[in-house]
C-alpha cells in the first residue's frame, strides 16, 4: 500500500501542474477571444473593414478551452452531477459510489482518449486546412479531443487511488478532502 499510496501523491502533484496549466490555457483562450473580438468590432467601426481571422480564430480556439477543463471540473467536484446518492448513502456506500464514479471515468476517458488519437491521425493524413485567412491544419482542432479526455483519464485515476487508500485506511478523510 506504501507504493500506491506514493503513487497516488506523484499523480497528485502531478496533477495539480496539469490543472494549473488547463486552467491557464482556458484563461488565456478566453481572454483573447474576448479581446480578438472586441478588436475586430473597433476596427470594422474605425476603418470600415475587418480582418476575418479575428473573427474565425475564437470558435477554433474553443475546443482547447473545453476539453482540457473537463477534468479539471471533475477533479473539483463541479462536473455535471446528481448529488442525491452520496447525500443519502452511508460513508462507506458513497466511498464505493466515488470510487465507482472514478473508474467509469477513467475507463471512459482512455477509450474517448483512444478515439480522439485515431481520429487526429486520421484527418492528420488527410492534411486538410482551414479556409480561413489564417491558414491551419483540421487536425488541430481535433487534437483537443484526446488531449482532454487523456487529462480526465488522469484525473480520475487519482480519484480511483484516493478512494482505494481511503476504503483501506491508508488515506484518512480529512486527507482526502484537503486533497
Same mark, same amino acid.
Given at each position: 500500500m506504501k507504493l500506491l499510496l506514493g503513487a497516488y501523491r506523484l499523480l497528485y502533484g502531478t496533477n495539480s501542474l496539469i490543472q494549473r496549466l488547463a486552467i491557464g490555457l482556458g484563461m488565456a483562450i478566453v481572454a483573447f477571444a474576448v479581446i480578438a473580438l472586441f478588436a475586430a468590432a473597433v476596427e470594422r467601426h474605425v476603418t470600415g473593414r475587418g480582418y476575418a481571422w479575428m473573427n474565425d480564430l475564437p470558435p477554433f480556439l474553443l475546443p482547447w478551452c473545453v476539453f482540457p477543463l473537463m477534468g479539471v471540473l471533475l477533479r473539483s467536484g463541479?462536473?455535471?452531477?446528481?448529488?442525491?446518492?452520496? /447525500?443519502?448513502?452511508? &460513508?462507506?456506500? #458513497?466511498?464505493? +459510489?466515488?470510487?465507482?464514479?472514478? +473508474?467509469?471515468?477513467?475507463?471512459? =476517458?482512455?477509450?474517448?482518449?483512444?478515439?480522439?488519437?485515431? #481520429? %487526429? =491521425?486520421?484527418?492528420?493524413?488527410?492534411?486538410?486546412? /482551414? &479556409? /480561413?485567412?489564417?491558414?491551419?491544419?483540421?487536425?488541430?482542432?481535433? #487534437? #483537443?479531443?484526446? %488531449?482532454?479526455?487523456?487529462?480526465?483519464?488522469l484525473f480520475a485515476l487519482e480519484m480511483a487511488l484516493r478512494e482505494i487508500l481511503c476504503l483501506t485506511g491508508h488515506l484518512s478523510v480529512e486527507e482526502a478532502k484537503a486533497s
Open positions: 463541479r462536473h455535471i452531477s446528481v448529488d442525491v446518492a452520496p /447525500t443519502l448513502l452511508p &460513508e462507506r456506500a #458513497a466511498q464505493f +459510489l466515488r470510487l465507482a464514479v472514478a +473508474l467509469i471515468a477513467l475507463v471512459s =476517458g482512455i477509450y474517448f482518449c483512444n478515439a480522439g488519437i485515431e #481520429a %487526429t =491521425g486520421f484527418f492528420r493524413m488527410l492534411g486538410e486546412v /482551414t &479556409e /480561413t485567412e489564417i491558414q491551419f491544419p483540421f487536425w488541430f482542432l481535433y #487534437a #483537443a479531443f484526446p %488531449t482532454g479526455f487523456g487529462i480526465l483519464a
